[in-house]
């Protein structure tokens, strides 16, 4: 049997560098998701304090940088490099909210055109990586811009009161997040009360204290609501009789179920 050599032999099937850039950046995660992502990052590295900042435009209250600071674990060069490459396969911790080590990069790609990443373990000194969505889309590679094993050379790019905040904890990581995509300047305020409606439906308990904070306001602390008992299942009404009643209709049976206490 005689195997002619075809263009699909030699084709290259790796992913393109700039197509798959774009579709991150138009995965369709609205703000608040994006978010929550770093913030379930914070949560795995068993941070018990994450600072979400939202900073406003000056004299707008239109949103313009967001900073996600943890007290967690931090990272080594070497989990920083592979938490930075798309589609990284790793196992996870069984209680670990993400499952994938897709969140990182989905967040900061949907967020804003550039991603400083500062972090540090209890072991190693801080390191820093410089994301530049534009930059990497013009050299065709998914190669973050910049690594700094110096994380002090990135210092000068970081607002000073978080920065101050993330060199008091021993270990720790911080993702800023500037020149954010048109979609999300948005109002601050109305942000932070979105986020801070959903996730307390959404979780129903968390290990890390969320401060969500702006600028010169006081914060507000992501509490989940419980809304199974949990903590006060004396709350909680049983009834020891149902009643069910069925009603015939043109359309068939109508069902109502009714408890009596």
Not at 17 to 37: D, F, H, R
Not at 119 to 126: G, N, Q, Y
Not at 127 to 145: C, D, S
């Amino acid at each position: 049997m005689n195997v002619t050599a075809s263009i699909a032999d030699d084709f290259d099937y790796s992913p393109d560098a700039v197509g798959t850039i774009q579709n991150q950046q138009n995965s369709g995660l609205n703000c608040t998701s994006a978010i929550a992502e770093l913030d379930d990052n914070g949560e795995d590295s068993g941070a018990k304090q994450i600072e979400i900042c939202l900073i406003p435009e000056e004299n707008t209250p239109l949103l313009e940088e967001i900073v996600v600071l943890d007290d967690g674990c931090g990272m080594n060069e070497d989990k920083l490099c592979k938490a930075n490459k798309l589609a990284y396969h790793h196992s996870h911790q069984s209680g670990d909210i993400g499952k994938f080590g897709t969140g990182l990069k989905n967040a900061y790609m949907s967020l804003g055109n550039e991603t400083f990443i500062l972090t540090k373990t209890l072991d190693t000194p801080c390191i820093g990586m410089y994301i530049n969505l534009k930059r990497m889309k013009e050299a065709k590679t998914f190669k973050p811009t910049a690594f700094h094993a110096d994380g002090t050379e990135i210092f000068p790019h970081i607002p000073p009161a978080l920065l101050e905040k993330f060199n008091s904890y021993s270990s720790g990581t911080l993702i800023y997040i500037r020149s954010l995509f048109q979609q999300h300047k948005n109002d601050v305020e109305r942000i932070r009360q979105d986020i801070e409606k959903e996730w307390s439906l959404t979780y129903c308990q968390k290990k890390a204290e969320t401060h969500l904070t702006i600028p010169g306001k006081p914060p507000i602390v992501v509490t989940p609501t419980d809304v199974f008992y949990e903590k006060t299942p004396e709350n909680l009404l049983y009834s020891s009789i149902s009643e069910i009643r069925l009603y015939p209709t043109a359309s068939g049976l109508r069902v109502f179920e009714s408890s009596i206490t």
